[in-house]
């Protein structure tokens, strides 16, 4: 099955800068590469998704890269702010509903102000 | 997208006595539907893949008798969590796919 390692497992950096969170996954027909942003007791928000038929995706100051050879997935966040805190999950799967997400192992970011 | 609802959003219990969790497709006929649990501080892990009208297909080292999954419709699923220990203790959260993942708002299971 699939198996996603995530790092850093804690980030933390001041408000303005940059966030760079990576992932790499082992199955290679996993092709769906989502990134979710968790606060405490609550459900996973999705902010950004990528296909393996792109290499890179820009939704304003959230980035994600792809690449699909080395088997490895990155979030990148530009101009931090505080509410940006939070934990960030990577996760990896085929693209169809019938497939379970495999999650990474988090990463809890803290954006100083 | 997919709404998807699950209650109760928290439960408390005693050690011995059993739980069920719903959880509902409201506008998305979902012949798969994901059950996981989350530990204090941890990631998502996937409990079980629950299918429409079949037996849910459970992941290696959670138990299938302890941990009851029914399926009965394209709209509901349950999770039953039989004779609760404090280990269980947990947020549990399932889950709809289109292609994007939709959760419900998960359930902090607290067995005291």
Not at chain 1, 66 to 95: G, R, W
Not at chain 2, 2 to 18: D, E, L, M, N, R
Not at chain 2, 25 to 39: G, V
Not at chain 2, 53 to 81: M, R
Request: charged share 20%; net charge neutral; with cysteine.
């Amino acid at each position: 099955g699939e198996n996603v390692e995530q790092h850093p497992s804690t980030l933390s950096v001041q408000e303005g800068d940059s966030a760079v969170i990576k992932c790499t996954y082992s199955d290679s027909a996993s092709n769906y590469f989502p990134w979710y942003k968790q606060e405490l007791g609550k459900r996973p928000q999705l902010i950004i998704d990528i296909r393996s038929n792109v290499g890179e995706k820009k939704d304003q100051r959230i980035a994600v890269t792809l690449n699909k050879t080395a088997k490895h997935f990155s979030l990148h966040i530009t101009e931090t702010q505080p509410e940006d805190s939070a934990v960030y999950f990577c996760a990896a799967s085929m693209d169809t509903g019938r497939r379970a997400l495999t999650f990474g192992s988090g990463t809890r970011l803290q954006v100083q102000p | 997208g997919a709404v998807v609802s699950q209650h109760p959003s928290w439960v408390i219990c005693k050690s011995g006595t059993s739980v069920k969790i719903e959880c509902r497709s409201l506008d998305f006929q979902a012949t798969t539907m994901f059950w996981y649990r989350q530990f204090p501080k941890q990631s998502l892990m996937l409990m079980a893949t629950s299918n429409e009208g079949s037996k849910a297909t459970y992941e290696q080292g959670v138990e299938k008798d302890k941990f009851l999954i029914n399926h009965a419709s394209l709209t509901l699923s349950t999770l039953t969590v039989t004779s609760a220990h404090p280990e269980d203790s947990s947020f549990y959260i399932c889950s709809v796919r289109i292609s994007e993942a939709f959760f419900g708002q998960g359930t902090r299971l607290t067995v005291v």
